[in-house]
């Protein structure tokens, strides 16, 4: 059996439904099929945004939002199709882990996937080939998971052409949150899975990442509920009778650079020194290491190594050499 959807996405009105996708025997005991929600808004003409959320199970504020907005929006005031997939890995949402328990994958670096590889391979190739090869605009929700906390930010993949870029800007200021990070096919050596078959799709997307701690923040939260109201009418989806908010001009930061990224240089309990959304400068010291398990041992100190803001920062103490401890973001123009 392949993967099943059970509504469908040409007909008109608001549907509650499920994707339906088998789990191998070798992937795990237990439930032979994984049942996910999405849902599908539709009246008229107008354009096709898919949103999804939960992609990493343990980031909260994109699926609760999405859910929220799918039951609540008013279909009367809707020109155009709504996707949305609220808890994109269904199972790696059940377990609150960032990757599929069952195969260990991370749906945002199996893209393109492949129809009969792994659970989260099939998965990935589903949202690609099904939804976003339906899309005019997309929207990724992420958050720092169990291990990072973000200062909210949208992000989105800088192809080097002036014009597409330009629209992805734009779709990113729409939304509203305040800073705009700017992503390479590959960031830090991995590629950004969903982004990049946002690229290959021809849709005009953003991802973004709000909040962390895989806790659900009052203000995190709050901006995902605006900034999703925000792209219905940026994108015309939503009838002009509904007042758009206003869009701000978010400060972009570029996160391309390995500088960007600090890591632990030991094992050790993490001490920032430096706060989220803080300015630092290249070599100033952001972080100290303790070693209370060796108290003679003075603590180890972690510098920046650039100028720019801190976008996130390690939501853990307890750290070993070459976790994250901070994304410095550098302020730049397009
Ligand atoms: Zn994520």
């Not at 795990?28 to 898919?50: C, D, F, K």
Request: glycine content about 12%.
């Amino acid at each position: 059996m392949s993967t099943q959807l059970d509504i469908d996405l040409d007909a008109e009105g608001r549907q509650f439904g499920t994707v339906t996708m088998p789990l191998n025997l070798a992937e795990g005991s237990g439930s032979q099929q994984v049942e996910m929600p999405i849902i599908s808004l539709r009246s008229g003409a107008g354009p096709t945004l898919v949103l999804t959320g939960g992609v990493h199970g343990d980031e909260y504020e994109g699926p609760v939002a999405l859910a929220e907005l799918g039951r609540t929006l008013d279909l009367r005031h809707v020109n155009g199709h709504i996707i949305i997939m609220p808890t994109a890995n269904g199972l790696a949402f059940l377990a609150g882990k960032r990757n599929t328990p069952q195969d260990g994958g991370n749906l945002n670096r199996a893209f393109p996937g492949t129809i009969d590889g792994t659970f989260t391979s099939r998965l990935a190739h589903f949202i690609e080939t099904e939804l976003l090869a339906r899309a005019d605009y997309t929207a990724d929700f992420h958050g720092g998971g169990e291990i990072l906390d973000f200062l909210p930010s949208t992000l989105f993949v800088v192809t080097g052409d002036a014009a597409e870029d330009q629209k992805r800007m734009d779709l990113a200021a729409a939304f509203g949150a305040r800073h705009c990070m700017l992503f390479g096919f590959k960031t830090m050596g991995v590629e950004v899975g969903i982004d990049a078959a946002m690229l290959r799709q021809g849709v005009i997307g953003i991802s973004g990442e709000y909040g962390g701690s895989a806790a659900l923040g009052i203000e995190t939260l709050d901006i995902c509920r605006q900034g999703v109201r925000r792209l219905l009418a940026y994108t015309g989806i939503v009838r002009p009778e509904m007042p758009p908010p206003l869009a701000i001009e978010p400060t972009l930061v570029d996160v391309r650079e390995e500088e960007s990224y600090v890591v632990a240089p030991c094992e050790g309990v993490f001490e920032p020194v430096v706060e989220l959304g803080g300015f630092v400068q290249g070599g100033s010291p952001v972080a100290r290491m303790h070693r209370p398990d060796r108290p003679a041992e003075e603590a180890e100190i972690v510098h920046a190594r650039c100028d720019g803001i801190v976008m996130a920062m390690r939501a853990r103490a307890k750290s070993s050499p070459n976790d994250w401890l901070f994304v410095i973001g550098r302020p730049v123009r397009l």
